[in-house]
C-alpha cells in the first residue's frame, strides 16, 4: 500500500486541488486517479485562470465560441463546464465505489458575487444543471451573505462544496446551514443519501498570516509559536465537527457534512512539506492537495495515525497562547476571509481579461 492508501485507511480522502484540458486530453488525470489513489478533484478560478492561460489545449473552443459571438464570461464558464463534466466522467467508478462521498469534483460560483446571496444561488443552480453529473460540486463562498445559499441549494438537491472557512465561529454557521438544508430536502422528498458537502478549512493561509504577526512581535514566546496556529485551528474545528454531527438529529439516510483541509501545500519552506496531511488525518475527512504535496506524501509518509480523534487539548493550547502573546484571531480571520475572496475575484478577473483579449 501506498502513504495515500493509508491516510485512507484512517478516514482522509485525497483529492487533487488542480484541473486543466491537458490533465484531461493527455490521460493524465485519469493515470494519477489510479497510480496515485486520487478519489476526487477540486478547481477554482485561480487553477481555471493558470489553466486557461497556458498551451493550446482551449485554442479550439476559444475559436467556437469567438464565431458563435459568446460574451467572455459564457467562454469562461463554458470551458469550465466542458472540463469538469469531463473530469467527473473520468471519476464516475470512483462515485459509484464509494457511494458518492468520493468522485466527486467541484467548480465554484463566480467569486464576484460572494457578497450576493441572489445572484449565487442562481449561478449555483445553472452550474448544477449544466454540469449535469451527479459526482459535481458546486463551491459556495462561506461569506455571511452566501451562507443562506448554502442553505437553498441543499435543500434543492444539490451537493456543495463550502468554502474559504477560517474561523471555527464561521464553521459552526456553515454546519447549521448544512442541518438546515438537509432537513428541508428530506421535508420536500428528496433523497437525501445522493446529497454530499464538504466544508473546506483553509489551513496554510492561517500561518502565513499568523506567523507574520508573530515575527512583528518578536518575542521568543511568540516566535516559538510559529507555524502552528493553523493545525491547531484545524483540529479545534475536527472537534466542532465530531460534536455537532453527533448531536445532529438528521434524516434517515443524511451524510455528515465531512471536513475538507485546503490550502495543504506548505508557503514556509521550513516546515515539514506534508505538515497539513500528517497531522490532519482521521475519519471523515478530505484533503485537497496540489501534485506536489501528493507526491511529497507518497514519498515520505510522515503518517503517525489519526491525529484529529479526541483530545484536543494541546491545540487549544496554541489558540490561547497566541492570544497571550497579543495574536486577535478574530482580526486574522476577518482578513484571511476578505483576502480570500479578493485573490479569487483578482484571478477571475484576470482571466475574464486575457480571454476577452483572445475573443477580441
Not at 188 to 205: L, P, Q, T, W, Y
Not at 321 to 348: P, T
Request: hydrophobic letters at 45%; glycine letters at 6%; one cysteine or more.
Amino acid at each position: 500500500m501506498s502513504h495515500i492508501d493509508t491516510l485512507a485507511e484512517l478516514g482522509t480522502s485525497t483529492w487533487l486541488d488542480d484541473l486543466s484540458r491537458d490533465r484531461i486530453k493527455s490521460g493524465n488525470l485519469e493515470e494519477i486517479i489510479k497510480s496515485k489513489s486520487i478519489v476526487g478533484v477540486t478547481t477554482n478560478p485561480a487553477i481555471f485562470a493558470a489553466a486557461m492561460s497556458q498551451g493550446t489545449a482551449y485554442d479550439a473552443q476559444i475559436a467556437e465560441l469567438k464565431a458563435a459571438g459568446a460574451a467572455v464570461d459564457e467562454a469562461v464558464f463554458a470551458m469550465s463546464i466542458d472540463d469538469v463534466r469531463d473530469a467527473c466522467d473520468i471519476l464516475a467508478p470512483v462515485y459509484e465505489a464509494t457511494g458518492g462521498k468520493d468522485g466527486r469534483v467541484s467548480i465554484e460560483v463566480d467569486p464576484r458575487h460572494a457578497a450576493e446571496y441572489e445572484a449565487t444561488i442562481a449561478q449555483a443552480r445553472d452550474l448544477w444543471a449544466k454540469v449535469d453529473r451527479p459526482n459535481v460540486m458546486i463551491k459556495i463562498p462561506a461569506t455571511p451573505e452566501s451562507i443562506p445559499a448554502i442553505t437553498e441549494a441543499l435543500a434543492e438537491g444539490i451537493s456543495v462544496n463550502v468554502t474559504l472557512i477560517f474561523s471555527v465561529t464561521r464553521y459552526r454557521e456553515v454546519i447549521a446551514a448544512y442541518i438546515e438544508g438537509i432537513k428541508r430536502a428530506a421535508e420536500s422528498g428528496k433523497d437525501v443519501s445522493k446529497i454530499h458537502s464538504v466544508a473546506s478549512f483553509f489551513v496554510s493561509r492561517m500561518d502565513s498570516e499568523v506567523d507574520k504577526r508573530l515575527e512583528a512581535i518578536g518575542t521568543e514566546e511568540a516566535l516559538a509559536l510559529r507555524g502552528k496556529a493553523g493545525v491547531a485551528n484545524a483540529q479545534r474545528a475536527y472537534s466542532v465537527f465530531t460534536q455537532l454531527f453527533d448531536a445532529a438529529d438528521l434524516p434517515a439516510d443524511a451524510n455528515v457534512q465531512r471536513p475538507l483541509w485546503a490550502s495543504t501545500g506548505v508557503k514556509n519552506p521550513d516546515y515539514p512539506t506534508t505538515l497539513y496531511v500528517s497531522e490532519l488525518a482521521g475519519p471523515h475527512t478530505v484533503n485537497t492537495m496540489p501534485e506536489k504535496t501528493i507526491d511529497a506524501v507518497l514519498e515520505q509518509g510522515n503518517l503517525h495515525g489519526d491525529t484529529l480523534s479526541g483530545d484536543v487539548t494541546e491545540a487549544d493550547q496554541v489558540l490561547r497562547s497566541l492570544s497571550e502573546v497579543g495574536i486577535d484571531l478574530e482580526d486574522v480571520f476577518a482578513v484571511l476571509e476578505r483576502e480570500g475572496v479578493e485573490k479569487f475575484v483578482a484571478a477571475w478577473v484576470e482571466l475574464l481579461e486575457s480571454m476577452q483579449a483572445r475573443l477580441s
